[in-house]
């Protein structure tokens, strides 16, 4: 809301705003310098941290402060120490690390995001990532970063599918697989499960990787090319798109929920995650924001509303669109082929 003195307003939130990269930028210094990983074991004082990682004192103090003004460290008396929250997602060990995405963010985003004003006028994208070859590229280095983003949404999908009870084979139909993570959450799940990911070559080779060091590699195989162009095969138990629709698109988007429904055997499930807004377009924040980050690297992305989605699941032939709610930013959409 916004922010008044004796009845009138004033530009503090606007400041805030006017600020507000500076958390990124400060979080990826924090990163680069080891600062997390440093702290994760013990507290220690600036001139501790400047002996262990080479950085100058001054600019560590300056650092470290703004740090705990992001309430992302703690400090007593003169040493620092990490918050739950900054121990668990920012320390390169811990595996639900979440800095490869700050770098992302700060390295690839924010330079196309500076061109916004002519994206706004023009309407077309700063960098197109939709698209094989920059796309493929721009995507194989950071999907990784995202495994940890829907892990926990995988492992709930799974568990509300029974598939720790399966009997016999199920296939899953991975749509662009990225990080392999729904495929993947899903074959930890049981062995029967088999996964075939589908995304452009260069993607691949990080899916093989992550399903290698995941143990379910000899469960995985791989379909490169274009989602609407490429063999997604026939009789799936299961079909995921994990964040796809959004850089697709209106039309393309019902062209591959009509594929899919295609691909998949009767009785099947299609599981849609998605950065949902609410049906008037008023919030969340980080749906409308995206909406913005699709304007700015795709043609004709953007971000969709659950009925928008539930219809587009109708015309392709789904029925019985509903809500999972799951460990993420949206619930995840499933529905189901008659």
Same mark, same amino acid.
């Given at each position: 809301?916004?922010?008044?003195?004796?009845?009138?307003?004033?530009?503090?939130?606007?400041?805030?705003?006017?600020?507000?990269?500076?958390?990124?930028?400060?979080?990826?210094?924090?990163?680069?310098?080891?600062?997390?990983?440093?702290?994760?074991?013990?507290?220690?004082?600036?001139?501790?941290?400047?002996?262990?990682?080479?950085?100058?004192?001054?600019?560590?103090?300056?650092?470290?402060?703004?740090?705990?003004?992001?309430?992302?460290?703690?400090?007593?008396?003169?040493?620092?120490?990490?918050?739950?929250?900054?121990?668990?997602?920012?320390?390169?060990?811990?595996?639900?690390?979440?800095?490869?995405?700050?770098?992302?963010?700060?390295?690839?985003?924010?330079?196309?995001?500076?061109?916004?004003?002519?994206?706004?006028?023009?309407?077309?994208?700063?960098?197109?990532?939709?698209?094989?070859?920059?796309?493929?590229?721009?995507?194989?280095?950071?999907?990784?970063?995202?495994?940890?983003?829907?892990?926990?949404?995988?492992?709930?999908?799974?568990?509300?599918?029974? =598939?720790?009870?399966?009997? $016999?084979?199920?296939?899953?139909? *991975?749509? +662009?697989? !990225?990080?392999? #993570?729904?495929? %993947? &959450?899903?074959?930890?799940?049981?062995?029967?499960?088999?996964?075939?990911?589908?995304?452009?070559?260069?993607?691949?080779?990080?899916?093989?990787?992550?399903?290698?060091?995941?143990?379910?590699?000899?469960? =995985?195989?791989?379909?490169? $090319?274009?989602?609407?162009?490429? *063999?997604? +095969?026939? !009789?799936?138990? #299961?079909?995921? %798109? &994990?964040?796809?629709?959004?850089?697709?698109?209106?039309?393309?988007?019902?062209?591959?929920?009509?594929?899919?429904?295609?691909?998949?055997?009767?009785?099947?499930?299609?599981?849609?995650?998605?950065?949902?807004?609410?049906?008037?377009?008023?919030?969340?924040?980080?749906?409308?924001?995206?909406?913005?980050?699709?304007?700015?690297?795709?043609?004709?992305?953007?971000?969709?509303?659950?009925?928008?989605?539930?219809?587009?699941?109708?015309?392709?032939?789904?029925?019985?669109?509903?809500?999972?709610?799951?460990?993420?930013?949206?619930?995840?959409?499933?529905?189901?082929?008659?």
């Amino acid at each position: 809301m916004a922010t008044k003195t004796n009845g009138a307003p004033t530009p503090e939130r606007i400041m805030q705003y006017t600020w507000g990269y500076t958390a990124t930028l400060i979080v990826e210094a924090a990163l680069e310098n080891r600062v997390f990983d440093l702290l994760d074991p013990a507290p220690r004082t600036v001139a501790e941290l400047a002996e262990l990682t080479g950085a100058s004192p001054r600019g560590l103090r300056a650092l470290l402060n703004a740090l705990l003004g992001l309430q992302l460290v703690t400090r007593t008396n003169d040493r620092y120490a990490l918050t739950d929250e900054s121990a668990v997602f920012l320390v390169s060990t811990k595996p639900a690390y979440h800095g490869a995405l700050v770098r992302h963010a700060s390295r690839q985003l924010l330079p196309n995001w500076t061109q916004l004003p002519d994206v706004v006028r023009t309407g077309r994208p700063a960098k197109a990532v939709n698209q094989n070859g920059g796309g493929a590229e721009f995507f194989s280095e950071f999907v990784e970063s995202l495994f940890p983003l829907s892990y926990p949404a995988a492992q709930v999908l799974g568990t509300h599918l029974g =598939l720790a009870l399966a009997c $016999g084979p199920v296939s899953v139909l *991975d749509l +662009g697989a !990225g990080s392999g #993570v729904w495929g %993947i &959450g899903l074959a930890e799940q049981s062995p029967h499960v088999q996964v075939r990911a589908v995304d452009w070559p260069q993607v691949l080779e990080v899916t093989q990787r992550v399903a290698a060091r995941q143990g379910v590699a000899d469960r =995985l195989s791989t379909v490169p $090319g274009d989602l609407l162009k490429a *063999d997604f +095969g026939t !009789g799936h138990r #299961v079909a995921t %798109i &994990g964040h796809i629709l959004h850089s697709e698109g209106i039309e393309r988007s019902r062209q591959l929920l009509r594929k899919t429904f295609d691909a998949l055997a009767p009785g099947g499930t299609v599981a849609i995650m998605e950065f949902l807004c609410n049906d008037d377009r008023t919030g969340p924040p980080p749906a409308l924001f995206f909406a913005v980050n699709m304007l700015v690297h795709t043609e004709e992305g953007d971000t969709f509303t659950f009925p928008e989605i539930s219809q587009w699941l109708g015309e392709a032939g789904f029925v019985n669109p509903r809500l999972l709610e799951v460990p993420a930013l949206s619930p995840l959409i499933l529905a189901t082929k008659p």
